[in-house]
């Protein structure tokens, strides 16, 4: 995985190639890259000055790439206070993880049906390149292959509609998706289940690839639940940190 993967993904999930301004694509990658990693944490303040500072630039951009974001779930602005990093509720959570549990499980029963042999060897090389990101504790690395995995899932099925969907969620479940896998043990247990997963799909048995990443879906959610329960105990107050120069 590199930075061009990170970029690439980022710049199609909020269509920075339709934005007339490069300076607020850039501000609205980094900023979204940050949340997402848990570099820019839940709650914490996004100061405009620190930003513009940042990239030397006047608050116009900035605003402008802190609203795209805005749009997406991942910040959060409301009048006379300063804009700051979304933090989902638990309710919250726990609807985004039911919705995703059942797209997921979609997906894994159309890959059964669609996926060619070529196809499959692809994937295999994707899960073997993650197993060693897995076993060499590489968490952000890990995290960007697993999305671009189920990236390529979702280009194999070709269902447009439920590609679409899972696009309409995708950045406010980039968040929480990383912050599963920084649990003790996360990435051992995800990789187990993409290996399962993708020898369910090799053997055709659909119900269990749908079965098996429902399960998985299911078993991320309770990470992201505890992690986000031990970070509240732990942590002081966010807002109140500054943006690193």
């Given at each position: ?5 990170t ?16 300076l607020?694509a ?9 949340i997402i990693?848990?570099?820019?944490e ?9 930003l ?21 779930g ?7 206070r300063r804009p700051r ?5 638990l309710q919250?959570?726990?609807d985004?993880?039911q ?5 997921l ?9 669609r996926a060619?042999?070529?196809e499959?060897?692809?994937?295999r ?5 993650m197993?060693k990101?897995a076993?060499?504790d ?10 671009l995995l ?10 447009a509609t439920?590609k ?5 969620l995708?950045?406010?479940?980039l ?17 187990d ?6 020898q369910?799909?090799e053997?055709r048995?659909?119900?269990?690839a ?5 399960g998985?879906?299911?078993?991320a ?8 329960e ?10 109140r940190r500054?943006i690193?120069?």
């Open positions: 995985m590199t930075d061009q993967d970029h690439l993904v980022l710049e199609r999930l909020l269509r920075l190639r339709d934005r007339r301004e490069p607020v850039q501000i609205a990658e980094w900023v979204g890259a940050g990693e848990g570099r820019l839940p709650g914490q303040d996004l100061n405009s000055v620190d513009s500072r940042r990239f030397d630039t006047s608050r116009t951009p900035v605003r402008e790439a802190l609203m795209l974001l805005e749009q997406e991942l910040v959060e602005m409301k009048a006379r990093v979304a933090a989902p509720s919250d959570i726990r985004i993880y919705v995703r549990k059942q797209l499980a979609m997906l894994a029963g159309l890959l059964v049906e060619g042999e070529a499959l060897t692809e994937l090389t994707r899960v073997e390149r197993r990101l076993d060499d590489d968490v952000d690395a890990y995290f960007w292959s697993h999305v189920q990236e390529r899932m979702t280009e194999i099925v070709g269902n439920l679409q969907i899972l696009d309409s995708a950045l406010r479940t968040m929480l998706r990383h912050l599963s896998l920084t649990r003790a043990g996360r990435l051992a247990y995800s990789i289940d993409q290996e399962r997963l993708l369910a799909v053997e048995d659909g119900e269990l749908s079965a098996l990443i429902a998985a879906t299911v078993r959610q309770r990470a992201v639940e505890e992690q986000l031990q970070d509240t105990e732990g942590r002081k107050p966010a807002r500054r690193a120069s």
